[in-house]
């Protein structure tokens, strides 16, 4: 096992903590039944929600790409090896 793939490997494991982390600091899109009976939350919750919630979507979206990246990478160097 080269250095490059141990450094890959370690990468890889702290991406997907991170994308694990960012999914579930996400609100879900949907309230359920009990924000259907009992009514949504306010209007200024909601927007401050929405912009963390975009920012946090915006980052999962970058990490996946990056975990993509350095999986084919790795992927790569194995065959080439």
């Known amino acids: 096992m080269s250095v490059i793939e141990i450094i890959c490997g370690v990468v890889l494991m702290f991406v ?3 994308i694990i982390y960012l999914t579930l ?3 879900s ?7 259907a009976i009992m009514g949504e939350g306010g ?13 946090l979507a915006k980052a999962t979206r ?3 790409v990056v ?3 350095v ?3 790795v992927s790569v160097i194995s065959v080439m090896e």
């Open 43 to 55: 209007m200024m919750e909601a927007g401050r929600t929405r912009r963390k919630d975009a920012k």
């Open 16 to 18: 997907a903590v991170a």
């Open 62 to 64: 970058i990490l996946g």
């Open 71 to 73: 999986i084919l990478l």
């Open 29 to 35: 899109k949907g309230k359920g039944l009990s924000g």
């Open 67 to 69: 975990f993509l990246v």
């Open 25 to 27: 600091a996400q609100e």
